[in-house]
């Protein structure tokens, strides 16, 4: 429960967690974004599916978390589900 626990957590503070799109591809859902959060610094996120493990990160997070998602991730595919729709994006 407890692995549950810590995706669910990054999913509710994911809306928060990019304050920039700096980078991202061309009229696509998948891709590989360049973002900013709140913190200043930048992330390289390769979008790749809506699923755990799909998707990577370059912050440090991602890094050790061993949970296949991050904050900067979960605010991607809420982003994303609302310019494309959860059908397109599980396609």
């Given at each position: 429960m407890?692995?549950?626990?810590?995706?669910?957590?990054?999913?509710?503070?994911?809306?928060?967690?990019?304050?920039?799109?700096l980078?991202?591809?061309?009229?696509?859902?998948?891709?590989?974004?360049e973002?900013?959060p709140a913190?200043?610094?930048?992330?390289h996120?390769?979008?790749?599916?809506?699923g755990?493990?799909?998707?990577?990160?370059s912050?440090?997070?991602?890094a050790?978390?061993?949970?296949?998602?991050?904050?900067?991730?979960?605010?991607?595919l809420?982003?994303?589900?609302k310019r494309?729709?959860?059908?397109?994006?599980d396609?």
């Amino acid at each position: 429960m407890l692995i549950e626990e810590q995706i669910s957590a990054r999913q509710q503070r994911g809306p928060t967690a990019i304050g920039k799109i700096l980078a991202k591809p061309d009229g696509r859902a998948y891709g590989d974004y360049e973002v900013r959060p709140a913190s200043g610094k930048k992330y390289h996120v390769a979008m790749r599916g809506p699923g755990l493990f799909e998707n990577f990160c370059s912050c440090p997070d991602f890094a050790v978390n061993t949970l296949g998602t991050c904050k900067p991730i979960e605010a991607l595919l809420i982003r994303l589900r609302k310019r494309f729709g959860r059908p397109t994006l599980d396609r």
